[in-house]
């Protein structure tokens, strides 16, 4: 779905703003969708309604990405999250510096 089309569906729900009491307007929208202007919480239920999901979805973290290449990546990241505890403490020290170290090079761009 493009976001013209998201737009166009959240608008023919016709939300209106508790505080204004009004519709928002597509230019409202499309800075909810772009991150430039702060989303209302009462906007969710609609967004959720064209997206056919439900509200609490927006809160989980385990969401899966659009692109395969970050399917995979999101999907090895839980993993390593859920192996840390494993990971002795002078591990998770080891890790960290090794970690800084990679971090250094990418701000450098070697890596």
Known sequence: ????????????LEPRLKVTGEIPSNQTIYRYLNGSRELKVEIL??????????EQEFFEFDIEYASE??????????????????????????LKDK?????????????
């Open 45 to 54: 239920p609609y967004f959720a309604e064209v997206l056919n999901v439900k």
């Open 99 to 111: 970690l800084f170290e990679y971090k250094k090079l990418y701000e450098k761009g070697i890596l």
């Open 69 to 94: 290449n970050n399917q995979k990546q999101s999907k090895e990241m839980r993993e390593i999250l859920d192996l840390l505890q494993y990971l002795p403490t002078k591990g998770i020290k080891d």
């Open 1 to 12: 779905m493009s976001k013209k089309e998201f737009v166009d569906r959240v608008l023919a």
